[in-house]
């Protein structure tokens, strides 16, 4: 195959959806809005798609004022209705939009959609009237923000929709996922440092200068913040187990192995072929080593490491393990297998777990869509 035939299917695989006809193109959002909810979604988000961010800002603002100064009906109420409707299927369409610059690697671009998206959503006069809509898009949007590095803005999205939900466990999930990366910023996995070992108990609250994303402040969030939310979310839905995991996690750093254990051990009884097994484990080990049982660490850390091959993070714990029992046979065997994989960093749950639960993202979204009045 030439470069030239090479270089044109490249070109277009990447390329974003064909160019709307010049007849859609004019439309404005309130009109795209309507075609998104029908038959002609894809040409709808074609055109958005292509749209600059001052162009969105303007499609907007011009929605809402004219959803705002829409000259009285007979029917109050269906007004109020119809006004919600076409709000939420354009903010629906500014997701997708989103979702789109998202999986293309412009992270910017979702970012700016997204908030154009909520200031839709806030508009709404009646949402209660589509809370399934409300709450599917605050999750998406949250994870969406995180997944980009905007932590400060995906604790501010998620915060919103909690107000809108105070039982919606997944969103409890999610904002629980952004305050434990926040609260473990400043030392992720090292419970012993130069100073010696950290009490973990008592996880002082702290800002962040110059994260990722827009370079904003982290919120004010600490550990046992996160434990509450996490706690609260199994009391909604037992069964959720992404929250018994970080739960369990959230207990091994606040200096409280002996109740993360079980928490850890029914995840990985349930999961026994999944990344939620992996990081099961992975976490059962750390509260091994926090109890001084090596061998029990040792055996975790090799479930882990058994399960994904390809991931570094067991393998390099296995290797601590190993070392601290006297192996260092075994310890230098499992080091070695770490630095030989030379893995992809998402062939490691534990980066995905960072971000928090960024593989539902398509999933979920696929729900909002369906949820689009």
Known sequence: ??????????????????????????????????????????????????????????????????????????????ELRQGDVTLLAAAGLLSDAAAHALWRGRPRRTRWELQAAARLVRATRSPEAFAGFVRRFYLVAGLMLHETGDVAAAYEMLSEGRRHAEDDAELMLALGAVGEYVATLRDYELPEGARGRRDARVAPRFVVEGQAGEGGRLPPVDLADVEALYAKALQQDPGLLEARLRLGRVLVLRDRPREALPELERVWRETPRSAQYYMARLFEGQARERLGDQQGAAVAFSAAAERLPQAQSALVALGRALDRLGEGTRAQEAFDRAIRRRAQPRDDPWWDYLVGQPDRIEGLFEELRRLVP
């Open 1 to 78: 195959m030439s470069l030239i035939v090479v270089l044109g299917v490249l070109s277009l695989w990447n390329a974003p959806p064909a160019q709307a006809p010049e007849a859609v193109s004019a439309l404005s959002l309130g009109e795209l809005a309507e075609k998104y909810r029908g038959a002609d979604r894809k040409d709808a988000l074609a055109t958005v798609v292509l749209w600059t961010a001052g162009r969105v800002e303007a499609e907007t603002e011009g929605l809402l004022e004219a959803v705002e100064g829409a000259a009285p009906a007979a029917d109050a109420q269906e």
